[in-house]
């Protein structure tokens, strides 16, 4: 009879001592010894929870069977099946609140950390990667032309299934690398970009071709890639328009969105390379508040510290329990010296006269009724605001998509947010021939969902121009 251990085996991560002057990488992941270790805790489930609580459904019973055979390229292989990017969901994931919370372990113990298995045999793909067995997929070679607008996480998949299909499929995108907000939202702590590139270059082996650094509806329009032979379309061109806070002096100097924030010290980091060194060209000052709780915002205040600002808050208007943070985020932000100010919003930013932020005011809530997410709504305490000095307010409170692209398309059906409406089974647009997926859908939402968005419209695009080959011949 087979005996479980019900304690997990931990994944090696930097000190926390060590972390706050560099932007490497701060878990570790586990070697071929710890994943097997925890590969062999799992039950093997006949009707696996852990792939239901998955939103993209990935074959983890299996792949953690095939590394308990010591059979790891072919557990990557597998999962390879169904995740376009599992180097990339094996660090990011929110597993506590997916595949690791549906797991039957955290009855008596703790659940596998299927998160860390997964990182463990995608990196060990990526770096055996001519022993993949690519050639094995099925590739027929189809002529058939699919332009994909957006290399983030939704559009590196449909490159993925799509070239897996034999088609002949272009990824546009604006910025520089592939890889979305992953590559420049995420940080280099959180989420390498070699990692990223190491995917990207694999879906290159398959066949997908990247053209970055155009901008569709501006280097190109949708009407010229038609002309050029592209029998279909899909935008993924993600949520990237940072709300404001409304409040204000929010346009003082010192008031900043993250996104701006990040892509900032991103640039900065990768023009430094290889050094992970903190870069010396943004001040932050030594007081920064963090408006928001989400991962936006812990990565936002894990990277003022890393900048070297001596008191960085985080401030938001709920509490932790509501916080849509995922939690080892919030631990590692603990760890590295953020503090955390719960139930207060910022009503007012105020400058000195060179219109340079010098204080926030905040005013104290408390949490009523549940509002339309099923959260307890903050209200407002009236008379407690009170004022905080800060060098620094980095804005970290949601994004809407983009329009530039999609108002100019006509016939395209958005929502009232600039959202495109799809229908949900096959990512459809109101536009023949046109789909679109991942967060520009959904509005801002989590890495595996784009893949999953991704995965499904190219079955979707498959089948249309399998039809429309049909319809042709
Ligand atoms: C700071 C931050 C931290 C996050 N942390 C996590 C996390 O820990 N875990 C997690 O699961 N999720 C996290 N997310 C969310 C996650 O990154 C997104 O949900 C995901 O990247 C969405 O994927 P996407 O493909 O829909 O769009 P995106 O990743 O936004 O990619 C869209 C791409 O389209 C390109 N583009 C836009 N317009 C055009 C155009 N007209 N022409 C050409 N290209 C264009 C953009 O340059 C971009 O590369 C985080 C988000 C942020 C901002």
């Known amino acids: 009879m087979r005996t479980y251990s019900w304690t997990q085996v931990p994944m090696p991560s930097m000190a926390a001592g060590e972390r706050t002057n560099t932007f490497d990488e701060v878990a570790l992941g586990y070697s071929y010894q710890l994943a097997k270790e925890e590969a062999e805790r799992c039950l093997q489930c006949k009707h696996p929870a852990c792939e239901e609580g998955c939103p993209n459904h990935n074959p983890i019973r299996d792949f953690i069977r095939l590394v308990r055979e010591d059979r790891i390229l072919e557990a990557a292989e597998l999962d390879l099946l169904q995740n376009a990017i599992p180097s990339c ?3 990011v994931c929110a597993w506590e609140k997916q595949c690791e919370g549906a797991c039957p372990m955290t009855i008596k113990g703790d659940n596998i950390k299927i998160g860390a298995i997964e990182r463990f045999i995608s990196d060990h793909a990526l770096a055996h990667m001519d022993e993949l067995h690519l050639e094995r997929w099925p590739r027929p070679s189809r ?102 806070s409304a409040v204000p002096g929010e346009d003082l100097k010192g008031v900043i969105t993250a996104k701006d924030f990040l892509m900032r010290v991103t640039a900065d980091v990768m023009n430094q390379y290889p050094s992970r060194q903190k870069p010396d060209t943004i001040d932050v000052g030594q007081r920064v508040i963090v408006v928001g709780a989400g991962n936006t915002a812990m990565d936002a205040a894990r990277s003022a510290i890393r ?3 001596r008191e960085v808050k985080i401030v938001y208007r709920r509490t932790e329990s509501e916080s849509p943070s995922r939690p080892i985020e919030i631990h590692h932000a603990k760890d590295e010296g953020v503090e955390f100010e719960y139930l207060v919003n910022p009503v007012r930013f105020v400058g000195d006269e060179t219109g340079r932020v010098t204080h926030v005011e905040l005013q104290r809530m408390r949490l009523g009724a549940p509002d339309k997410s099923g959260r307890p709504r903050p209200e407002p305490i009236p008379g407690s605001e009170f004022l905080m000095p800060i060098d620094t307010a980095i804005l970290a ?47 801002a939402n989590t890495v595996v969902h784009a893949v999953a968005a991704g995965r499904k419209s190219a079955g979707a695009i498959r089948r249309y121009l399998e039809e429309r080959a049909r319809a042709l011949a």
């Open 143 to 244: 002529a058939q032309k699919v332009a994909v607008v957006g290399a983030g996480p939704a559009g590196m998949a449909v490159g993925h299934f799509l070239s897996r299909d034999g088609y002949d499929v272009t990824i546009f995108d604006s910025w520089i690398m592939p890889g979305g907000v992953m590559a420049y939202g995420i940080p280099e702590y959180v989420l390498p970009n070699e990692v990223i590139l190491r995917e990207a270059n694999r879906l290159t082996r398959q066949g997908v071709k990247f053209e970055m650094g155009v901008t569709v509806g501006k280097d190109i329009t949708l009407a010229d890639l038609k002309k050029q032979g592209y029998e279909a379309i899909f935008i993924g061109i993600g949520a990237n328009k940072a709300t404001m």
């Open 397 to 443: 409170i949601g994004y809407s998509p983009e329009r530039d692209l999609t108002d100019k398309v006509e016939g395209l059906q958005l929502d009232k947010w600039g959202s495109v409406v799809v229908n949900p089974e096959t990512g459809a647009t109101s536009i023949e021939g046109m789909f679109a997926g991942g967060d520009v859908v959904t509005g």
């Open 307 to 309: 900048l070297g600002a």
């Open 89 to 91: 969901t094996g660090r």
